[in-house]
């Protein structure tokens, strides 16, 4: 079955830092795989979306990258700042269903 | 701007108690769902809804849960029995069509089953 892994569970780093996330996933590739933010004790909140046939995508501070070669993305905030500080998940929809699936998140912490 | 309501923001039942929780989707979207998140753990799919049926459903969602959309507006899941282990965080979530369109998810009802 399809599984989604998202390594460091936490992750800290400088403000002004760029952060670097990598979310893998096995089996099949998706059509596209989405990112999104979740803080303590709320919903998570959408980010990004990027298809299997786009390379990369940019919002504002954001950068995700998509490579199917290597069943893998990478999501990039630049100059963080410690509002960014946050868990970060990516997902992916099971190919001909309805259903998503998460990986565990990676916890980002900024410093001051 | 719209966005996915959920209440109650708390619960709390007796082990072998029904809950209701209950979600207003953003107005215009055809796509519904539920997850839970086990505290500490990850965001797990439990079902989806479409056109007034299930569309699909996780090994969790087992005949303990049901969902309903009882008129225009609510999505209600149902936990009959409650465990122990249901206690958990429930979010909904929806989307308007199109297989690769933003889901939107609530707040969240935080369920403990005692």
């Known amino acids: 079955s399809q599984k989604i892994e998202q390594n460091s569970e936490a992750l800290n780093i400088q403000e002004g830092k760029t952060a670097t996330l990598t979310c893998n996933y096995t089996?099949?590739?998706?059509?596209?795989l989405q990112w999104y933010r979740q803080d303590p004790g709320r919903g998570p909140v959408f980010l990004l979306l990027?298809?299997?046939?786009?390379k990369e995508k940019r919002k504002e501070r954001l950068k995700v990258t998509f490579d199917t070669t290597l069943k893998q993305s990478l999501f990039h905030i630049t100059a963080s700042q410690p509002a960014d500080s946050a868990t970060y998940l990516c997902a992916l929809v099971v190919p001909g269903t309805y259903k998503y699936i998460f990986g565990t998140g990676t916890r980002l912490k900024v410093l001051a | 701007e719209p966005e996915v309501t959920q209440t109650p923001s708390h619960q709390v039942t007796q082990m072998g108690q029904e809950v209701i929780l209950r979600c207003v989707p953003i107005?215009?979207?055809?796509?519904f769902y539920w997850y839970r998140q086990i505290l500490g753990q990850k965001v797990e799919f439990l079902v989806s809804?479409?056109?007034?049926?299930?569309?699909?459903k996780s090994e969790i969602f087992d005949d303990q849960f049901s969902v309903e959309r009882p008129d225009g507006s609510n999505f209600t899941l149902k936990i009959r029995s409650t465990k122990l282990e249901d206690s958990a965080m429930y979010f909904c979530?929806?989307?308007?069509?199109?297989?690769?369109?933003?889901?939107?998810f609530g707040p969240g009802t935080r369920l403990l089953v005692l």
């Open positions: 990027i298809r299997e046939n786009e």
């Open positions: 979530a929806s989307r308007t069509s199109g297989s690769s369109e933003t889901q939107y």
């Open positions: 809804f479409y056109n007034n049926e299930i569309s699909e």
């Open positions: 107005s215009n979207h055809l796509y």
């Open positions: 089996n099949y590739s998706p059509a596209y």
